[in-house]
């Protein structure tokens, strides 16, 4: 983060890229500046400030892995600028340079960005970008909540009960969120996404509604941080 501190204090700074290249070592380093604070000891009582909580826990996955962070977090490069200059304005600065390039938006999160936005429950622009950056996380491999960077599944089931309240509320079962999406994606299509009669007779029962809990990648991250961090000292 010195690199932040620099350019805010108006002293010498590395160029910008290097220095966000740095900012971007690990998640938890990046939800740390971001907030001020680890993830473990993020105070989420109000909507405004789980909010920032569920957006600072998105960039922070999407930040660290290779690649665009408007391709990996599926915002278009305006659309980054303005959430941060919105939540994170301390950073913008180093932030705006990482926004560089245009996102290519897959077909498939397309399609779930446009089911989340016909089902979206609050105003303003943060519908708008939650929309996009969902769709295009639940294209990546684990549980939706770990994709997301959230330190659980019951951050996630807040988040779209919150923001996406009729598509939220469909989910009777407590289906997967990912399953459950494209469940709704077929059912919008006219289509059926599986042959077996019901749920309690079909061998993927497990894919559908297993368990979803686990220690989550930015807390897995913060440990090896805090290891490295122990060793070097």
Not at 142 to 151: A, N, P, Q, S, T
Request: proline share 4%; charged share 25%; glycine share 8%.
């Amino acid at each position: 983060m010195g690199g932040a501190a620099n350019l805010q204090s108006g002293g010498p700074a590395l160029p910008l890229r290097v220095a966000a290249a740095g900012f971007a070592s690990s998640p938890a380093v990046v939800y740390r500046a971001l907030t001020g604070c680890s993830p473990g000891d993020a105070q989420i009582d109000d909507d405004r400030a789980f909010d920032r909580h569920v957006l600072a826990s998105i960039l922070s996955a999407a930040l660290t892995e290779p690649g665009s962070i408007s391709e990996r977090c599926g915002l278009l490069p305006d659309d980054f600028t303005a959430l941060i200059i919105a939540y994170f304005p301390h950073v913008s600065v180093l932030l705006s340079v990482l926004a560089i390039g245009a996102a290519e938006v897959d077909d498939e999160a397309a399609m779930l960005r446009d089911l989340l936005l016909k089902h979206r429950s609050t105003s303003g622009e943060i519908g708008h970008w939650l929309a996009a950056m969902v769709a295009r996380r639940a294209m990546e491999p684990d549980h939706l909540w770990e994709d997301l960077g959230l330190r659980n599944r019951s951050e996630l089931s807040r988040l779209l009960i919150r923001h996406f309240a009729p598509l939220a509320h469909g989910n009777t079962r407590n289906m997967r969120w990912k399953r459950y999406f494209y469940r709704k994606l077929c059912e919008d299509d006219g289509m059926v996404m599986c042959s077996t009669p019901s749920c309690a007779q079909c061998n993927d029962f497990a894919d559908c509604f297993g368990e979803e809990s686990g220690e989550s990648r930015m807390a897995a991250r913060r440990r090896e941080v805090e290891l490295a961090e122990a060793i070097a000292s």
